[in-house]
């Protein structure tokens, strides 16, 4: 079913599917919740799966310049109140999963488990922030559609473009079609980000880290960062795939997730 949930002045939308142990899947930049649709299809037959638009992104609107983690982070506590969730397993891709880093840091009682797929903890150098905000500045004159298509070939692996023409060619319409303001505000917040390297040791909740082992944005060795320093996390590296194994690899990468889940949390019949 379709949910919505107002923030703050702005309209978070979003979909709840299934029952069970809740699972909240944040997207990453600048996508939208439709590159989980692989894995709510599958999952929802055990858990209750929840996806939404990020403020700014897909169909949740919003006109600030700037959005900080810390307000994603609010907004996933507001929709945990709204959904009357006690605790609930969060998992997110790229931004999303820096995103789900700081949501723990803020509210680390409600996360039963994380799943931080195709991300890094560490701060970017100097000069990846400064490209951050002048992307930023870019897409907010001049549109979406040129920077998507310079992002593509980083986004998913060259074999995914030569063998799942389809796949690519979604990936590139979903980030065509995120808004330059939302995109843009993201990224100057994002730029400003806090290091999470100090916050992985202090991690008490199981941790699944997953990544391409062709990702050209966050390679195998950030994951292998992250996994290192959380007590007992589990890593997963899926081969011949790059920064989005949720459409590029959907059955490996679903089954990881599923059975990392079923370790951890009673499956609904």
């Known amino acids: 079913m379709n949910q919505v949930v ?11 599917s299934g029952s069970g142990y809740p699972l909240i899947l944040v997207h990453g930049h600048p996508f939208d919740r439709s590159m989980w649709n692989p894995q ?15 403020r700014g992104y897909g169909a949740s609107e919003s006109s600030a310049s700037y959005v900080p983690l810390h307000r994603f982070a609010e907004d996933i506590e507001a929709i945990r109140q709204a959904l009357q969730l006690e605790q609930f397993a969060l998992a997110g891709l790229s931004m999303g999963g820096q995103i789900a880093l700081e949501y723990y840091r803020c509210y680390p009682q409600r996360v039963g488990a994380l799943l931080l797929l195709d991300t890094f903890a560490t701060l970017d150098s100097a000069a990846g922030q400064q490209q951050r905000r002048d992307n930023a500045d870019r ?3 001049y549109g979406m559609a040129a920077y998507a298509a310079e992002l593509l070939p980083g986004m998913v692996a060259a074999a995914t473009i030569e063998h799942q023409p389809a796949v690519a060619d979604f990936v590139l319409r979903m980030m065509q079609a995120a808004p330059p303001t939302g995109a843009a505000a993201a990224l100057r917040g ?15 909740v199981p941790v699944l880290v ?36 949720t459409l590029e ?18 499956l609904q019949a």
Do not use: N, W
Not at 6 to 16: A, H, I
Not at 220 to 236: C, T
């Open 190 to 204: 994002r730029a400003d980000r806090l290091d999470y390297t100090a916050l992985l040791p202090t991690i008490q």
């Open 139 to 141: 897409i907010t004159r």
């Open 6 to 16: 107002e923030v703050l002045g702005t309209l978070l939308m979003g979909e709840v």
């Open 249 to 266: 690899a959907p059955v490996e990468c679903t089954e990881i997730i599923a059975e990392f889940l079923s370790r951890h949390f009673p």
């Open 40 to 54: 709510i299809e599958a999952l929802q037959t055990h858990y209750k799966v929840i996806t939404f638009d990020l």
């Open 210 to 245: 997953l990544v391409g082992s062709e990702d050209a944005f966050t390679p195998v060795a950030d994951a292998a960062f992250m996994q290192e320093r959380i007590p007992g996390a589990q890593l997963a590296v899926l081969q011949g795939v790059g920064h989005l194994p």
